[in-house]
């Protein structure tokens, strides 16, 4: 998360042509309060939910749940298939939202990823047997 109380700072040159003189203004104010609350809505539900949860079936069961969470947003298939997380979709209920992402930028329609990849290459280069190319392991 981004401290609200830094000062802003130019990363990278300002093109003027394209975006107008520089200025860090909107930078420096503070942000409007619904942003914020727009921004903190989701952490604080699972706070809630978790609060919920813990008084109603006690801490083993929020534990639990977030161990669950954990195992099931790692990758489970080999490198070069496609994983789709519905089961992690299914247990944090985002089965019901459909956003931007569910139907823009693909993996299968993008040009880098149509390339094969070698399964048994990336998993050696994973087991330390063959050194590893920057452009398949991230």
Do not use: C, W
Request: hydrophobic share 35%.
């Amino acid at each position: 998360m981004e401290d609200s109380h830094q000062l802003p700072h130019a990363a990278e040159p300002h093109d003027a042509l394209r975006f107008g003189l520089p200025t860090f203004k909107q930078d420096a104010l503070p942000a409007h309060p619904v942003e914020t609350m727009t921004k903190n809505f989701p952490k604080q539900q699972s706070t809630l939910k978790q609060t919920l949860l813990t008084n109603a079936y006690g801490a083993a069961l929020p534990m639990r749940m977030e161990i669950e969470r954990q195992y099931l947003s790692r990758p489970h298939r080999l490198p070069g298939m496609p994983d789709s997380r519905v089961s992690l979709d299914s247990m944090t209920g985002d089965l019901d939202n459909f956003g931007f992402e569910d139907y823009l930028n693909l993996p299968s329609e993008r040009e880098s990823q149509n390339a094969a990849v070698d399964p048994h290459y990336v998993m050696e280069a994973r087991m330390g047997m063959v050194p590893k190319p920057s452009s398949i392991l991230r």
